[in-house]
């Protein structure tokens, strides 16, 4: 009685011993010895009212405190709120309207914690969690707290090309073969029941499910899958809060933030999200900023073409692109004339290649405005051309720096090939017969090897140290970086790369032929002089694909079949 009393003691904060361990740790061992001691009283025990504290665009006004999982999900503590979730009795969540169940759905959003998340979603199927439409305050930090958390959805996710390709192929388990503690308390599988525990494994033997779990055992593919379910949780809170949505009037829909989420939305480039809420009301497509710019209008200035797709694609809704302008008379070719934001810009490698992305973003704008908004002027009495000009100069300066630096290194390199294959052609291995001039080693294979590789290494090392020549003669206007440049670089990078390769074969071939029976030496000084090579080499085809995908994968703002989409 002794140990229950002290647990259930309260600081001048109103904190009891499980609600620091739940603020300060995730140790969910100590919770649960506190737990089974102090009884399940210790997990409903509120702290007093916490400071006016700002989530999800609300103010968190409850007037009886907080709870130890409320703060354990503030603090992000995944396993000690996962736990306190599953010990804590349901009803505390869904008492006035669920206040503290939306205050746990929307902490367990920011944090991450989606088993619990799915969970308090999975209620919905008896109505226990309501958000009332009638009631004057409507509650909706979940949604405005998924508009903030790209991380949540599949197209606010960066993935590379193999991390798509595992998580394409990556299937989910199906609810009734999710086995770990926490999940069962989210599905409530019995794990008695003979017909599920059947079905679980019949799908389990599946060749699609074997084929997923190998994906898993790759390296990052735990990661990928967790993502793949934690992107599928958040699409059904957004689709169970998108039906409540749809219930709420203008009014209301302003109060509770729906607008601005929308727009939140395009800056992260949240498709899954804007095409939820659009169903649920298809007024939010018109969703406006203090600065009178749409969806639309984010799209571009944050540079997501998914988004800025996905709603000309809507029928009815082409008119939103326009000329519309914003307070300060900018159309949305204004808005990518301006400098791209660092998020977007740190996703290429160099500063060329991030001018040529940003010339890829006003030729695609520019192709579908209309003819007069190219020579409109904003309130600062500039063209759209002109502001690009202006905003990217320091970027233009960046790319040439870098491109000339580039080309410097690379002609340095091509000249010293250059000189080693010109005079290793007039000094062939095993010199050449006095009396007649012909080379000793013509006869052998690995003498024609020798020639055909020099002859090669030679011609490509000029052509690369030429395009690098070209590179550094160039002027370096804004369009140039749009093709000529990145062209150039592929031919100096690919030519140089088959010079280098041209030219171990050569060395290779030498060697072979002076020293004709000594294969172990042949093999450990061609290992040797192979290695700096290696480095190298991989760096030239980096650069090169690098240049080469970018060139070919400008935004594409317009799809050739467009896709009809029913509001």
Known sequence: MGNQRLLKMQDKRGYTALALVAELTDNVAMAERMVVKGGEELLTIRTKQDDDEYVGGYINDYQNGEIPVLIASKKGHKEMTTYLFSKTPPPVFFEKGGRYGIMLLTRCIYAEIFDVAASLIQHRLSGELRIDPESESVDLRPIYALAHMPSAFRSGSQLGLWQRFIYHCLRLKTLL???????????????????????????????????????????????????????????????????????????????CLAYDSMLHAAKYGLVEFIDSMRHANPDLLWAMDKNERGIFSHAI??????????????????????????????????????????SYLGKFPNSALQMQKELQWFKAVERIVPAKCKEAKNADGKKPRELFTKTHEELVKAGEKWARDIA?????????????????????????????????????????VFIIADAVSLITSSSSVLSFIWILTSRYAENDFLWKLPVKLLLGLITLFFSVLSMMIAFVAALFMMLEGNRGVVIATTSLAVVPVLVLIPTLLILFFEILVSTLRSPKLLTSKKKKKKD
């Open 408 to 448: 410097s290194s690379f002609t340095l390199v091509g000249t010293l090939i250059i000189t080693m294959m010109f005079a290793a052609a007039f000094t062939v291995p095993g010199g050449n017969d006095q009396n007649t001039g012909i080379p000793i080693f013509l006869k052998k294979r690995a003498f024609k």
């Open 177 to 255: 073969k999710l086995s770990n503690k926490s999940m069962e308390i989210i599905l409530h599988v019995d794990p008695d029941d003979t017909k599920a525990n059947i079905l679980a494994n019949l799908i389990a033997t599946s060749p699609l499910d074997k084929i997923s779990s190998g994906l898993r055992k790759l390296p990052g593919g735990e990661k990928i899958y967790e993502m793949k379910k934690n992107h599928h949780v958040a699409c059904e809170i957004l689709k169970w809060l998108s039906k409540k949505i749809s219930e709420l009037d203008e009014t209301k829909l302003h109060k």
């Open 301 to 342: 200035a944050y540079r997501h073409d998914t988004v800025f797709r996905f709603i000309h694609e809507i029928e009815g809704r082409k008119e939103m692109i326009a000329s519309r302008e914003d307070v300060f008379d900018n159309n949305i070719l204004h808005l990518a004339a301006e400098l791209g934001p660092s």
